[in-house]
């Protein structure tokens, strides 16, 4: 079993950053790659980017190139992401994920999830 906490989310107005944290505890990382996605209130749960594990290699979604990078820390079991010049349209309930995929941007192949950290940004 897997288990993932997020945490980081907050307010913030327009333009701002924020940095989330994923810690994962249980099963060796090795085989993982790591994700976050997002779900806004009464919209899909969409992915935003992914990290394999332990290669390193990132890919995102086409809306957040440039202002979102993801990254790891092995030895501690985390991913981040980190938000720059946030938009209103970020507002949504963010969440860490893992799957054995190396590379998927398919909700549905991801295996672990975490409980989401709340994202909300005032315009």
């Known amino acids: 079993q897997v288990q993932l906490v997020e945490s980081g989310g907050g307010l913030v107005q327009a333009g701002g950053s924020l940095r989330l944290s994923c810690a994962a505890s249980?099963?060796?990382?090795?085989?993982?790659?790591m994700g976050w996605f997002r779900q806004a209130p009464g919209k899909e749960r969409d992915f935003v980017a992914g990290?394999?594990?332990?290669?390193?290699?990132?890919y995102y979604a086409d809306s957040v190139p440039g202002r979102f990078t993801i990254s790891r820390d092995n030895a501690k079991n985390t991913v981040y992401l980190q938000m720059n010049s946030l938009k209103f349209e970020d507002t949504a309930v963010y969440y860490c994920a893992a799957t054995r995929h190396t590379v998927t941007r398919n909700r549905y192949e991801y295996d672990y999830w975490g409980q989401g950290t709340q994202v909300t940004v005032s315009s």
């Open positions: 990290i394999t594990w332990p290669g390193g290699s990132t």
């Open positions: 249980g099963r060796t990382f090795s085989s993982y790659t």
